[in-house]
């Protein structure tokens, strides 16, 4: 009685929620990384962003468990090396090519997505969604290699149909692959040794 009266306190019940809270946030760090994406190309708006759109709908989420780890690699290394350029084009060194003739010509045809901002504020609204999108997948990774999924996918372990038969058999593996086996031997008694009429 004593643990259950110690637990049902205010304060405990409260830390346990912000404990869940912590958790729900990061095991929901990939969907984060995708909105962080989606933020991107809708405030920068331009070729150099338009790489995230087709990342995230055009594989990340056309995968049926998850992206593997070379995906997440590739964010990670193109989000770095985007940060690094858009910190390059804002320093006032470049301020006059920023200003030519040219540059605003193919930022106005080619609509490549860098802006010069004055004042720190612009800038740092104009790098956040590179910046989530670092931190997001980097709590991924970590998240990931916590629960042992970094290396390998859910459909490395176990294939769907396989989880179903476990599932049927109420989680006890030794019957699924003695299933297994005995469909693999009369596969091979029927195909390969056929009996003798």
């Known amino acids: 009685m004593s643990r259950t009266w110690e637990f ?5 019940i409260v830390l346990k929620l912000f404990e869940t809270m912590a958790y729900i946030t990061i095991s929901n ?21 338009v790489i995230y759109p087709i990342a995230v709908f055009g594989y990340a989420l056309i995968e049926e468990t998850r992206p ?4 997440w690699n590739f964010i990670r290394s193109y989000t770095t090396g985007l940060l690094f350029f858009k910190f390059i084009v ?8 920023m200003d030519s003739n040219i540059f605003i010509f193919l930022q106005g045809y080619l609509k490549i997505g860098i802006f010069d901002y004055e004042d720190l504020w612009s800038l740092v609204l104009y790098m956040t969604p590179e910046i989530l999108i670092l931190v997001f997948s980097m709590l991924n990774e970590l998240q990931l290699k916590l629960i042992g999924l970094y ?15 476990r599932n049927i058999e109420k989680g006890d593996v030794h019957k699924v692959n003695l299933k297994k086996q005995f469909a693999a031997s009369m596969y091979l008694r029927r195909y390969f040794w056929p009996l003798e009429e």
Request: proline share 4%.
């Open 8 to 12: 049902t306190r205010p304060r405990s």
């Open 68 to 71: 593997r780890k070379e995906f």
């Open 90 to 97: 804002n320093l006032s060194i470049l301020g006059p090519i």
């Open 29 to 49: 760090t990939q969907n984060l990384t995708y909105l962080c994406m989606i933020l991107s190309m809708y405030m920068n708006a331009g070729l150099i962003s």
């Open 151 to 165: 290396y390998q996918i859910e459909e490395d372990l176990e294939s769907i149909h396989d989880g179903i038969q």
